[in-house]
């Protein structure tokens, strides 16, 4: 872990958002000698593709089916429903 003086970390703020985002840092802020704050990198982003690629095998056939199924029922509801606010 990193520590760093709180004028430091003012001083140099847009480089360490850089080390938490890309770096994957930890740092430690200190104010007279003091630990103050702890800066830890944010959670991870996932794309929706990253998500469902983690389904994949996750669930055997017939409830993947089903789920298709469940899916194209609800977007045909869903399109029954809407209007055109215009008409």
């Not at 080390?19 to 990198?41: D, F, K, M, Q």
């Not at 055997?60 to 215009?86: F, I, N, Q, T, Y």
Request: glycine share 6%.
């Amino acid at each position: 872990m990193t520590t760093m003086t709180a004028t430091e970390l003012a001083r140099n703020l847009s480089i360490v958002f850089d080390r938490l985002e890309y770096g994957n840092e930890e740092i430690l802020v200190t104010r007279s000698r003091h630990p103050v704050a702890r800066l830890v990198p944010g959670a991870a982003r996932m794309t929706s593709m990253e998500a469902f690629a983690d389904l994949f095998g996750a669930i055997g056939e017939d409830e993947g089916e089903a789920w298709l199924h469940d899916c194209a029922a609800a977007d045909r509801s869903v399109r029954e429903d809407l209007r055109d606010p215009w008409a």
